[in-house]
């Protein structure tokens, strides 16, 4: 079975500029979550969405938006982007909402470089 | 608040010697903690998790973690390191009834020949 893939794995941008980011879980697994992280730190939560709504959001501007499609998959959108944007972002999927106990499966990540 | 502290950014054992990573954490609700590791170019992978069955937790690789709540840590050992263990170790932590999972800053362990 596929683990959780994103894409792009690598972007550049300029600051100013939009991108996405795209995520598809495990298959049969309902929940993703975003996390940001910053070289030499460890993940930041940004999101996380079940079943298409968004269950929890962490200490990010509103510059960064999410959503969750009918087939689970998820696209994570940051508008007008600053230096300070520049990290490796990491979806994350698991079978229910929570986390709770729920384990993390995470994809290899997009490292978004803003120059 | 929650919140997890990793002491030490670097740490560098022998082949061969125990890896003893620290973790402390702090939560005014009973926590479920997580070790992760991650291998360069790579996303998180478990390595073991507490969810309050049993305070010694043994995980994938032959590593183990006790739960020592009289001190609000959660450290990591293996009892003999091997060069395939170099990575960055990220503690964690995660609460009923919350939605996001916390992690500390990382620890990098450098294993020598």
């Known amino acids: 079975d596929a683990g959780v893939t994103q894409s792009p794995t690598h972007l550049i941008k300029t600051r100013g500029q939009h991108v996405t980011l795209r995520c598809s879980p495990i298959?049969?697994?309902?929940?993703v979550s975003w996390y940001q992280q910053v070289l030499g730190q460890g993940p930041q939560f940004i999101f996380q969405?079940?079943?298409?709504?968004?269950?929890g959001r962490g200490n990010f501007p509103d510059r960064f938006s999410a959503r969750q499609f009918p087939n689970y998959s998820s696209e994570l959108n940051v508008n007008a982007l600053l230096l300070g944007d520049s990290a490796l972002y990491l979806c994350?999927?698991?079978?229910?909402?929570?986390?709770?106990?729920?384990?993390?499966?995470f994809g290899s990540g997009t490292q978004l470089s803003v120059l | 608040a929650q919140s997890v502290t990793q002491l030490g950014s670097h740490v560098s054992v022998s082949e061969g010697a125990l890896v003893l990573l620290r973790c402390n954490y702090s939560?005014?609700?009973?926590?479920?903690l997580f070790w992760y590791v991650q291998y360069p170019n790579q996303g998180l992978q478990l390595l073991l998790k507490?969810?309050?069955?049993?305070?010694l937790v043994k995980g994938i690789n032959g590593f183990e973690a006790e739960f020592k709540k009289s001190e609000t840590s959660f450290h990591l050992t293996k009892p003999s390191a091997h060069m395939s263990d170099a990575a960055e170790y990220f503690c964690?932590?995660?609460?009923?009834?919350?939605?996001?999972?916390?992690f500390g800053a990382g620890t990098r362990l450098f294993v020598k020949a």
């Open positions: 994350a999927s698991s079978l229910e909402a929570g986390p709770t106990n729920e384990k993390l499966f």
């Open positions: 298959s049969g697994h309902k929940s």
């Open positions: 969405y079940y079943e298409k709504e968004e269950r």
């Open positions: 939560s005014s609700v009973p926590p479920y």
């Open positions: 507490y969810t309050s069955a049993a305070t």
């Open positions: 964690a932590v995660s609460y009923t009834g919350g939605f996001k999972t916390i």
